[in-house]
């Protein structure tokens, strides 16, 4: 390599300043590298772990050739089930050196368990300073898959907001109780558990575009006409059993229960052969104490 001559100049590693002679020759552009003559008489120790260049007590994160942090990997930070055909947001968490705020995606490994399993990573932008990272996992398959704890998801790598094209849309509701219906409020904060902020309006929005499909009471169950269920009694000749008496609360009970039925339009008149006596049997509800239910 033919040299054009040789200078002393200034090396800014970190905080500290070194005098260096440098040597100018035609490289084509090629990076410089800081060798061993030059980290061996100060003290230099690379930690490959962490990333860091130790020079003078000072811990100096290494870097692309832009100045920009390399990534580091996302581990999925709860053991899910994804049902087949179905997307799921699973939290996730990094390791090793990401630090500092600002935007950073989500990437799937090019080798990872989680690809072996059919499993598909979708690309999110997120916010680097969440300890929380939301990751979109994919199963196209026909069976169900279970990912686990600590799996390899992706890479995540800092990037900046010039990168980022906004696409106008609209604004999402907010998520105070307020917004979210009275009967679907404890729905949400239980959907909400373990999902990153900046997802809490999509759910919040979900809920309330699909708010007529949850029941609001016991008594707000709905129905349908589309599939009738028919039971085969072949030749057999039709039971009928002769009423039973109870006693007048229990009766009272059962009175109740069947108006309840006939005015939601769960039951009817009936004027068939067959006939069995009802059955009304105490059952546990959780924190409600117990209650009576008819057994046919």
């Not at 811990?59 to 990997?73: E, M, N, P, Q």
């Not at 907010?174 to 009275?182: E, G, R, S």
């Not at 959907?191 to 707000?220: M, P, T, W, Y």
């Not at 009928?240 to 006939?262: G, H, S, Y």
Request: with cysteine; glycine share 10%; aromatic share 4%.
């Amino acid at each position: 390599m033919e040299t054009l001559g040789s200078a002393w100049l200034e090396l800014g590693v970190g905080t500290c300043i070194f005098p260096l002679e440098v040597v100018f020759g035609n490289t084509d552009q090629v990076d410089g590298l800081l060798g061993l003559d030059f980290m061996e008489p100060n003290g230099c120790i690379i930690d490959l772990k962490t990333k860091e260049l130790r020079l003078k007590g000072e811990r100096i994160k290494c870097t692309d050739a832009r100045g920009v942090s390399f990534s580091s990997r996302v581990l999925i930070g709860a053991t899910t089930r994804v049902q087949p055909g179905h997307e799921v947001i699973v939290p996730g968490y990094t390791t090793g050196l990401q630090d500092g705020t600002g935007l950073g995606l989500i990437e799937p490994a090019e080798s990872s368990e989680l690809l072996n399993k059919g499993i598909i990573v979708a690309r999110v932008v997120v916010e680097r300073t969440e300890t929380t990272l939301p990751v979109r996992v994919f199963n196209p398959g026909k069976k169900a898959c279970v990912i686990r704890r600590g799996t390899l998801a992706g890479h995540l790598t800092p990037i900046s907001g010039e990168d980022i094209e906004e696409i106008p849309g609209q604004p999402l509701p907010t998520t105070d109780n307020h917004t979210v219906p009275d009967h679907l409020v404890d729905l949400f904060e239980r959907s909400k558990r373990g999902i990153d902020k900046v997802f809490h309006d999509r759910i919040a929005k979900l809920l309330c575009e699909n708010q007529d499909i949850f029941a609001i009471s016991d008594s707000d169950i709905g129905k349908t006409g589309l599939v009738k269920h028919h039971i085969n009694t072949g030749d057999s000749l039709p039971i009928r059993q002769r009423p039973r008496r109870f006693p007048p609360k229990e009766q009272e009970e059962i009175d109740r229960q069947i108006q309840d039925m006939l005015e939601h339009d769960r039951i009817e008149p009936s004027d068939s052969p067959w006939s069995s006596n009802v059955v009304l049997v105490k059952k546990k509800m959780g924190q409600k104490g117990f209650a009576w239910i008819i057994v046919v």
